[in-house]
């Protein structure tokens, strides 16, 4: 074994291609790649059917639009925070404008030698404030 990252399944999928990607979209037939699935128009309800079923853990990679209303639905159940050592000054925000307040547990901090730092959080629910 010795120093060898150990992966499931789902990761070699992930790694290999063939895992099922979920897509949101409001041109279904550009996506000519696969293994996809549309989501449908209703998006949220989507993600609740997926996450109903049995299998891997779902990804959402960097989607601002997607985010928010995850959060606010409780559909969310980890946030990856990856920071880089650069300051761009411009960009979109992370949580769109509106996103009610939540709280976050610290799971797992990593620091990368280039600088990286990789933060798992656990969604803990509404901010509890007062």
């Known amino acids: 074994m010795g ?5 499931n399944q789902a990761d070699r999928n992930l790694r290999e291609g063939q895992a099922t990607k979920y897509v949101a979209t409001h041109r279904p037939e550009r996506l000519e790649w696969g293994p996809f699935e549309g989501l449908g128009p209703d998006i949220l309800e989507g993600i609740r059917r997926i996450k109903s079923q049995d299998g891997p853990d779902l990804i959402l990679s960097g989607s601002s639009t997607l985010t928010s209303p995850l959060l606010e639905h409780g559909l969310a159940d980890e946030v990856l925070l990856v920071v880089y050592p650069v300051l761009l000054g411009t960009g979109k925000r992370f949580f769109a404008e509106g996103t009610p307040p939540r709280s976050f547990e610290l799971v797992s901090t990593k620091a990368m ?3 990286i730092i990789l933060s798992t959080y656990k969604v803990a ?4 404030t007062g």
Do not use: D
């Open 3 to 7: 120093n060898k990252p150990q992966f």
């Open 113 to 115: 030698p280039s600088g």
């Open 125 to 128: 629910g509404p901010l509890k």
